[in-house]
């Protein structure tokens, strides 16, 4: 089976996509190629980030924030925006779905971790709709 593509943007690259991203290669193994980035890149990925995904069990500290213009002649199976609206100009591709997912940031833990929670679902149902097999 053919790798899919997938690309996560919301507009700083700090929360819901680097999640989405850290889900993505963790259910989708060698299924996936995964990138995420933001309209307006913080250049950090948020610590709340890094801590909810560890909760999990998955380490998002390798990660970086980067904008669209870093990935802008790439091809992708999927893109995901993250419910960031006008503020995450449209890329091509045969998929494209926005989320409407609420930034996290300044959420209590237990508020972020139901929006972590929230995104692993819906990765989960994107990559099974893709055939792609799901691991852990």
Same mark, same amino acid.
């Given at each position: 089976m053919p790798t899919k593509r997938l690309l996560f943007v919301c507009i700083e690259n700090s929360c819901r996509s680097q /999640? @989405?991203? %850290?889900? @993505? !290669? =963790?259910?989708?193994g060698e299924g996936v190629e995964v990138r995420s980035a933001g309209s307006r890149p913080s250049g950090v #990925? +948020? $610590?709340a980030a890094v801590a909810a995904m560890a909760r999990v069990g998955i380490d998002l500290r390798g990660h970086r924030s980067e904008g669209l213009d870093a990935i802008a002649r790439e091809a992708f199976d999927a893109v995901i925006t993250m419910g960031c609206g006008e503020a995450c100009p449209a890329v $091509? +591709? $045969?998929? #494209?779905?926005?989320? %409407?997912?609420?930034?996290?940031?300044? /959420? =209590? !833990? @237990? =508020?972020?971790?139901? #929006? !972590?929670d929230g995104i692993r679902e819906r990765v989960a149902d994107l990559l099974a709709r893709l055939g792609v097999p799901l691991g852990t």
């Open positions: /999640m @989405a991203e %850290g889900f @993505a !290669r =963790a259910l989708g #990925v +948020s $610590p $091509p +591709s $045969p998929l #494209v779905e926005d989320w %409407g997912i609420p930034d996290p940031k300044h /959420m =209590a !833990r @237990a =508020a972020f971790d139901d #929006v !972590r």
